[in-house]
């Protein structure tokens, strides 16, 4: 019999408002597989459970009362440990802020929240999200559940092995050069990059970039909308938020993947990408080529993409940190601090020059799908590596030139700025999952949702290319 928690989110809250499901066993259910899997894995950091059992026993009264129930009624969430939650402790993964309890809630965490989600805990991350793998001196590493030597990603890593494991059902996570996208591959879930504006954020370091974005993460598609559309409430407080029908997200479009001109590129022609990956995305081109209209090999011109993305990132990492590295200096990590100072070497003129072929290169782009609905990529350029390793040094024996080189497939798209889902489809040859990046037009959102559904139905009629699920009773031992 499957247990509560193994329910999407979509048939729980069905069940929710048919009275057939209470939240309170939801919650209860999801409590249990966070203790018996949990300490193999270190995903849930910070547990809210006693506030979450008043908060279902509400949800539950409410459907008894047969009160309007808003659309994430009694579903349990993970929020990552970069958000504020009033009242639940945030610590940012820094030691510095271990016993840090917030007053407010942040933009997203309020809107999911005021669609009816309850907060169940708070998901690890790498100290002040800096990295791809979460690993920090407060919580320690959070291990993959399909290989626990081996990394989950970062920086939403937390996030993404609780829904792996199925600790609950939805998820939210935030995405700079792909801390949505790359765990969202490692683990086997689903994580959608929104365009920049569609969820508003209340902790933006630059008012106006494609760099920080906040998004949802979840086990299917259908799921990831629903989150999406909570997420997405209007908050004129974010400059980047635009008005917009939030509940459209919910509404996942049927999309004829028969009438698509679809472009494949295994290494957005810039991104150093391991010779493995490259030939398990060719397989998976292969097992769907046929059901669109058109299927090309094409990669978009983003030859200088990687150094626009490092130019424009030494801005953000200066804003985003120099007032902690004035304030606590020696006391930051070595991952954060060489990440400051790297920055500080970059020089304005370059700062400059980045700015402005950033535009060059969205408009380029933006005319790319004047010939492609979708353009379909490698989620993460290698197979997870041990998760005390900070960063891949090398690919096939190429070393890489810094820190963030080996996360150009999601870098790259993040100087656009285009909507892109990350997409299970299989195990790698190491037995850890494989992933694509669905990519659309600029605000295609729902098309890359409707997309990415089909390309889900069409990928789980193979056992090969299905979402895979770890061996739970493994991780209990």
Same mark, same amino acid.
């Given at each position: 019999?499957?247990?509560?928690?193994?329910?999407?989110?979509?048939?729980?809250?069905?069940?929710?408002?048919?009275?057939?499901?209470?939240?309170? $066993?939801?919650?209860?259910?999801?409590?249990?597989?966070?203790?018996?899997?949990?300490?193999?894995?270190?995903?849930?950091?910070?547990?809210?459970?006693?506030?979450?059992?008043? @908060?279902?026993?509400?949800?539950?009264?409410?459907?008894?009362?047969?009160?309007?129930?808003?659309?994430?009624?009694?579903? =349990?969430?993970?929020?990552?440990?970069?958000?504020?939650?009033?009242?639940?402790?945030? &610590?940012?993964?820094?030691?510095?802020?271990?016993?840090?309890?917030?007053?407010?809630? @942040?933009?997203?965490?309020?809107?999911?929240?005021?669609?009816?989600?309850?907060?169940?805990?708070?998901?690890?991350?790498?100290?002040?999200?800096?990295?791809?793998?979460?690993?920090?001196?407060?919580?320690?590493?959070?291990?993959?559940?399909?290989?626990?030597?081996?990394?989950?990603?970062?920086?939403?890593?937390?996030?993404?092995?609780?829904?792996?494991?199925?600790?609950? =059902?939805?998820?939210?996570?935030?995405?700079?050069?792909?801390?949505?996208?790359?765990?969202?591959?490692?683990?086997?879930? +689903?994580?959608?990059?929104?365009?920049?504006? +569609?969820?508003? &954020?209340?902790?933006?370091?630059?008012?106006?970039?494609?760099?920080?974005?906040?998004?949802?993460?979840?086990?299917?598609?259908?799921? &990831?909308?629903?989150?999406?559309?909570?997420?997405?409430?209007?908050?004129?407080?974010?400059?980047?938020?635009?008005?917009?029908?939030?509940?459209?997200?919910?509404?996942?479009?049927?999309?004829?993947?028969?009438?698509?001109?679809?472009?494949?590129?295994?290494?957005?022609?810039?991104?150093?990408?391991?010779?493995?990956?490259?030939?398990?995305?060719?397989?998976?081109?292969?097992?769907? $080529?046929?059901?669109?209209?058109?299927?090309?090999?094409?990669?978009?011109?983003?030859?200088?993409?990687?150094?626009?993305?490092?130019?424009?990132?030494?801005?953000?990492?200066?804003?985003?940190?120099?007032?902690?590295? @004035?304030?606590?200096?020696? @006391?930051?990590? =070595?991952?954060?601090?060489?990440?400051?100072?790297?920055?500080?070497?970059?020089?304005? $003129?370059?700062?400059?020059?980045?700015?402005?072929?950033?535009?060059?290169?969205?408009?380029?782009?933006?005319?790319?799908?004047?010939?492609? /609905?979708?353009?379909?990529?490698?989620?993460?350029?290698?197979?997870?590596?041990?998760?005390?390793?900070?960063?891949? &040094?090398?690919? /096939?024996?190429? =070393?890489?030139?810094?820190? +963030?080189?080996?996360?150009?497939?999601?870098?790259?798209?993040?100087?656009?700025?285009?909507?892109?889902?990350?997409?299970?489809?299989?195990?790698?040859?190491?037995?850890?999952?494989?992933?694509?990046?669905?990519?659309?037009?600029?605000?295609?959102?729902?098309?890359?949702?409707?997309?990415?559904?089909?390309?889900?139905?069409?990928?789980?009629?193979?056992?090969?290319?299905?979402?895979?699920?770890?061996?739970?009773?493994?991780?209990?031992?």
């Amino acid at each position: 019999m499957t247990d509560p928690c193994d329910l999407s989110a979509v048939e729980a809250r069905r069940l929710i408002g048919a009275r057939q499901l209470s939240s309170a $066993e939801l919650v209860d259910s999801c409590i249990a597989r966070i203790e018996a899997v949990n300490p193999s894995v270190n995903a849930v950091v910070t547990k809210a459970y006693d506030r979450a059992r008043d @908060e279902a026993a509400a949800a539950d009264a409410a459907v008894k009362r047969g009160d309007a129930l808003p659309p994430l009624h009694g579903l =349990p969430i993970g929020i990552k440990d970069l958000d504020d939650t009033a009242g639940i402790r945030t &610590t940012y993964g820094s030691m510095l802020y271990k016993d840090h309890v917030p007053d407010t809630d @942040e933009h997203v965490v309020a809107a999911a929240r005021a669609a009816g989600a309850i907060v169940l805990g708070k998901t690890n991350t790498p100290e002040f999200g800096a990295g791809g793998n979460t690993n920090n001196a407060l919580h320690g590493p959070t291990r993959n559940p399909f290989d626990p030597t081996l990394t989950c990603g970062g920086s939403s890593g937390g996030s993404a092995v609780a829904l792996a494991t199925n600790m609950m =059902p939805l998820c939210q996570g935030s995405d700079t050069g792909g801390s949505l996208r790359l765990p969202a591959t490692f683990n086997g879930i +689903v994580a959608h990059r929104p365009s920049p504006g +569609v969820v508003p &954020t209340g902790y933006r370091n630059l008012a106006f970039t494609t760099f920080q974005t906040q998004g949802p993460m979840a086990r299917t598609v259908e799921d &990831t909308a629903l989150l999406l559309s909570a997420l997405a409430a209007n908050n004129s407080a974010d400059p980047m938020a635009f008005p917009r029908d939030a509940s459209a997200y919910a509404v996942v479009p049927d999309v004829d993947l028969s009438r698509l001109r679809v472009a494949v590129s295994e290494d957005l022609g810039c991104a150093p990408t391991s010779k493995v990956v490259r030939a398990a995305f060719r397989d998976r081109v292969a097992a769907v $080529e046929s059901a669109f209209a058109v299927c090309e090999r094409r990669d978009p011109d983003f030859t200088d993409i990687l150094d626009v993305f490092w130019g424009l990132r030494a801005v953000y990492m200066l804003a985003k940190h120099g007032h902690k590295f @004035e304030r606590y200096g020696p @006391e930051l990590n =070595p991952n954060v601090r060489s990440n400051y100072e790297a920055a500080l070497q970059v020089p304005i $003129e370059r700062v400059a020059w980045a700015t402005r072929r950033q535009m060059e290169l969205y408009a380029a782009f933006d005319t790319f799908f004047d010939e492609f /609905d979708l353009l379909i990529c490698p989620g993460v350029a290698v197979p997870p590596f041990p998760f005390d390793q900070l960063y891949p &040094t090398e690919i /096939d024996g190429e =070393p890489m030139e810094n820190y +963030v080189h080996w996360v150009g497939l999601t870098s790259a798209l993040t100087v656009t700025g285009n909507p892109a889902l990350a997409l299970p489809c299989g195990l790698d040859p190491q037995g850890t999952p494989f992933g694509i990046q669905v990519v659309g037009r600029a605000y295609a959102d729902r098309l890359v949702l409707g997309a990415a559904r089909a390309l889900e139905e069409a990928f789980s009629g193979t056992s090969d290319f299905a979402r895979p699920v770890p061996d739970l009773a493994a991780l209990r031992a």
